[in-house]
């Protein structure tokens, strides 16, 4: 806020629709919030006035389509670059060496995996995009690390396509899949089906651009999208599948006492355990085995009900530290390529 006049009125929108107006006094270093609940005043130089700030980041910036602003060497990215960094985190942690992800768009994505592999010196990348257009196709098929990356064109949950993708995927010894298609509920509940299997034990299923459900009020936003959204998606499939865990990714580095991802992914990223050993009881209620620890994430998601990233869903002793691991006008269906 430097630079700023001292006092900075923020309006913004809850949720729910009711507006909600933020006021930054750096004088007084403070910020205060005055929404439906009443007025939460906090210390400007916190945590908890940082996540404020970032969700009003998060949410003015998706409107004006701040993700649709970056590439990744040459090829446009249609991601959040926090969000970049996070993958990255977790592809170096978990050793994938193969990603598959559907949703290729403009290919920027696949050739950042392509070349977080080229870096690592080993690692395939499976693209899957309903349309891929010709002019992407022919950058992607040009570019340097082309090599690494192969490309199916058709709908990710068409039985032809996915039967495509599991065969190839044959043979891979670490799966991680990344869901950045369709957006709707439904396609990605049956995208989380499809592709559940094929993600290894200690890797993640990542069910992308759960932001829908925070900038669901806002004037980019499409119809229905406070429900219909591949958060909640992510959430009722980690309901009922014990074999994932819904958490946010350890951060491997944080001399910060920040904990919560700065993200287009909330409720995004799913680890699949490892399978309890024989003999092993499974405790619902604590999650627990005697040997290993489930957890059934449901029980402790609360994004839903609360307006930031429901990053600590899990605890720190539990969760282990390397894991073993719209861009839309109302008129367009979430994952679209109009803009493409
Ligand atoms: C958000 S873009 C992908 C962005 C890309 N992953 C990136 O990071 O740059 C969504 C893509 O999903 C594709 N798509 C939409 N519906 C699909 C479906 N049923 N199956 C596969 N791809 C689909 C669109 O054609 C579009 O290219």
Redesign the pocket.
Known sequence: MHGQPPRAMVPATSRKGRMMRITIDEEAGTLTCEGPTGPESMPLWSDRAFEVIARQYVRVGWNQKDTYSFSWMGR????LPDDMVRLQEVIWATKPDLIV??????G??LIFYASLFEAMGRGHVLG????IRPHNREAIEAHPLSRRIEMIEG???APEIVSRVRERARGFESVMVIL???HSHS?VTDELDAYADLVTPGCYLVST?GVMRDVADVPRAGAGWATDNPANAAEDFAARRPDFVLEQPAWPFNESTLSRNVTHFPSAWLRRLQPPRAGSQISRRSGTTRRSIWRISASSITSRRTPLTPARSISARHSARYAPA??RSRARSP???SD?
């Open positions: 446009p990215v249609i991601q992800e559907t949703g290729i768009a403009h920027g994505s899957v995009d309903i349309e709908s990710s949950t950045d298609s369709n396609h651009d719209s861009r994952g679209d390529q493409l």
